[in-house]
């Protein structure tokens, strides 16, 4: 499509503001640009202190004629009626950008449209119509060139945050940018040397890592769903659901700043999407740690209405409800164990140290087992039959499966059974005789109320508790545990407090076939990686790990002398 003015009525309908605020907005715009022009790679240059900047793309370039239009208002090749506005599938429609750029700094685009044999470089003027014209040398793409970027306009650079926060924001954009569009290449440079670059790639699971050093790709799972139709839920056609999320037993955040929304290429905020995210993973990681996630969803155009805000940051959203339950479903999925939602490796440098540590120091390193792609894919894990072996020191239970060995704490597995069934049902029983209670203090009183058990005055300073959770009602600790209720939390606190007084203790001895009950239990849970307190469960010793520990791939022969 070439660049045309769009039609007043479709003006009207835009959100209107001003695009260009910030040294970040301006990146922006022009990095959507790019996208939007099919580039693969991208090389920023960003001279901050110069309020300058440089993009490079490989996209499809723009002729001369489309030169002269772009900067003009409202021009676009993007959309053209008013219909189209509901059909919107790349990330710019307005117009607006390259116009509000010219406004307010020095504009200048070199490009070689894929179609045309000679490039153009133009200059712009404030009002975005050509000054200069040259005939240049380049590949096809485009370049870019904005500086002196609100020179005429002190009092805005004087408003704007500090150039260091500035470039914060940049980077942030870059990541964001990246993680929706993972096949993309990106250099940025600043005030002339490198950066830092990201990898195009397949999925973001494998974006993600390269600017959060300390998680791996294996720390990660990846789901990529198809929704099928849903004609009563207003979905015509089908959406795509991926979601990158950080196994609570590897990462966690002590800031919840990772925990991502994307719509249809471009991350957005969305309140109420980021608090099913961490509902999702709530009770999966320690106190005060947050979780790892990127949630991206592929919806039909006509399901959004960018028309929110100016930097497209928020949008509506049809069918809210419905995509929540979606969302909280593709969690559970990607929390369970099994074959197909468990990452190609489960390899992790958990492992990996602890394989460091029990060899004979100085001795042999296990290097590079993580970084290994080929092997990893050799780890991959075959459906998960775990059949209990044996017991050691009353503690853990040792599985053991097609490729390699698990090793699980019994208390913390049996934690998280009980806990996720006290979540289903729980669960308040008659107490028979009722337990009585001693110097309770008021807000005690009214913490067993809040949790619903009967209370009741039996005497100077005593209390009949006539109910109890059904776990502990049973049990010699009633009375122990009663007051450890009443020490403060909300329901959920105390699913977690009954579930862990109830579950076997360590030191408790199983024999095989209870062993292999509390693993299949243990197994079907909605989130086998952590205890409600955040702890991990088990610990894997693929086959491949060990192979490597004990130097199987060795050829003993000749060159070992023996
Ligand atoms: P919008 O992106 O909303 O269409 P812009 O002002 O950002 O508006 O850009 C105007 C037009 O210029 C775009 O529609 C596109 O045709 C063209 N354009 C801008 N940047 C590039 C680029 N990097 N490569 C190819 N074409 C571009
Ligand atoms: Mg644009």
Redesign the pocket.
């Given at each position: 499509m070439s660049?045309v003015p769009l039609p007043l009525e479709v003006v009207n309908l835009i959100a209107a503001g001003e695009v260009i605020d910030s040294y970040s907005a301006v990146v922006r715009?022009?990095v959507?640009?790019?996208l939007?022009?099919g580039?693969t790679r991208l090389v920023i240059a960003l001279f901050p202190d110069l309020w300058r900047v440089q993009l490079c793309?490989n996209?499809?370039?723009?002729g001369l004629t489309?030169l002269h239009h772009?900067?003009r208002p409202h021009?676009?090749?993007?959309i053209h009626t008013l219909d189209d506005l509901w059909q919107i599938t790349?990330?710019?429609?307005?117009?607006?950008?390259?116009?509000s750029i010219a406004q307010v700094a020095q504009l200048e685009i070199a490009?070689l449209s894929t179609t045309e044999e000679t490039g153009w470089q133009i200059r712009y003027t404030a009002q975005g119509e050509a000054e200069t014209m040259t005939p240049i040398a380049l590949a096809p793409?485009?370049r870019?060139t904005v500086s002196d970027l609100f020179a005429k306009m002190p009092v805005r650079r004087m408003g704007l945050p500090s150039l260091s926060q500035q470039l914060k924001s940049v980077q942030t954009l870059i990541y964001h940018v990246a993680l929706c569009h993972p096949h993309i290449t990106w250099q940025i440079w600043q005030n002339d040397r490198p950066w830092f670059n990201i990898s195009g790639s397949t999925t973001a699971q494998f974006i993600l890592p390269q600017f959060l050093k300390q998680v791996k790709t294996t720390d990660l799972q990846y789901i990529s769903q198809t929704i099928p139709p849903a004609p009563h839920q207003n979905l015509p056609t089908s959406a795509r659901l991926e979601l990158v999320l950080g196994l609570p037993d590897r990462v966690s955040r002590h800031r919840p700043d990772w925990i991502k929304v994307a719509v249809n290429g471009r991350v957005v905020r969305s309140p109420q999407l980021e608090q099913t995210l961490t509902t999702g993973l709530a009770r999966t990681l320690p106190r005060d740690r947050f979780p790892v996630c990127f949630l991206h969803l592929h919806l039909c155009p006509s399901h959004i209405d960018w028309n929110r805000h100016p930097a497209k940051a928020e949008i509506y959203l049809h069918s809210l409800d419905f995509w929540r339950e979606q969302v909280a479903n593709a969690i559970e999925q990607a929390l369970r164990l099994n074959a197909v939602t468990l990452p190609v490796a489960v390899q992790n440098q958990r492992v990996t140290q602890l394989l460091k540590a029990s060899e004979e120091k100085g001795r042999y390193q296990v290097k590079g087992i993580e970084n290994s792609p080929k092997s990893l894919q050799k780890e991959a894990i075959g459906l998960m039959s775990l059949k209990a072996v044996a017991q050691v020191r009353k503690m853990y239970i040792v599985t053991e499966h097609d490729t390699g060995l698990w090793l699980i704490e019994q208390h913390i597995a049996h934690e998280r059974v009980i806990y996720e069934r006290l979540q289903d049902n729980w669960q308040l029983v008659d107490l028979e005789p009722p337990i009585i209670l001693n110097d309770l203090k008021p807000f005690q009183v009214e913490q067993l109320e809040r949790l619903q058990l009967n209370i009741e005055l039996f005497g100077e300073k005593i209390w009949a508790v006539r109910q109890a959770p059904e776990p502990l009602a049973q049990r010699d600790d009633c009375k122990d545990a009663l007051l450890e209720l009443s020490l403060g939390g909300d329901i959920q606190t105390a699913q977690v407090a009954t579930a862990c007084r109830s579950a076997i203790r360590n030191g408790t001895p199983l024999n095989l076939d209870e062993m292999q009950v509390l693993i299949d239990q243990w197994q079907n849970t909605r989130n086998p990686h952590t205890c409600p307190h955040g702890r991990p469960i088990y610990l894997s010793l693929e086959e491949s790990s060990l192979s490597r520990f004990f130097r199987r791939h060795w050829v003993i022969g000749k060159s070992h002398g023996i």
């Open positions: 660049i715009e022009l959507e640009n790019s939007d022009a580039a793309d996209g499809t370039g723009m489309d772009c900067a021009s676009t090749s993007k790349s990330l710019g429609f307005r117009g607006e950008a390259l116009h490009s793409g485009t870019i």
